[in-house]
């Protein structure tokens, strides 16, 4: 059998600061990268959500995560909202459930 031992070469000195910066400068780009293309949108996604369901005005018409179209009726205080989904069809729904204002109304003046 011809077997050769291996020997380790012995390790030069630490690099010091700029080996360490060299080897974390990977992980930072890829935070950042994902900050720009991950994080960042879905933030602003969520604040323009938020937005347009505290906006809410009656006679809006809506789409629920359900897919369901629907006119608001009556916006309350609280997290729920009364839409009509048919003729005389009212139903209670959470805020956060509607994904998309088709059409606005126009406030009301106040004269």
């Known amino acids: 059998m ?24 990977p992980l930072i780009a890829i935070f950042v990268i994902f900050y720009f293309l991950l994080i960042r949108p879905q933030q602003k996604r969520a604040k323009e959500h938020k937005l347009m369901v505290e906006n809410l005005r009656r006679g809006d018409q809506i789409v629920t995560s359900g897919g369901m179209l629907a006119k608001v009726t009556k916006v309350a205080e609280g997290d729920e909202v009364e839409v009509e989904i048919a003729t005389g069809v009212k139903v209670k729904l959470i805020r956060s459930t509607i994904t998309a204002v088709l059409s606005k109304t126009e406030p009301a003046n106040d004269k």
């Open 2 to 25: 011809f077997t050769t031992p291996a020997y380790a070469q012995a390790a030069g000195a630490a690099g010091g600061s700029g080996g360490f910066l060299a080897s974390m400068l």
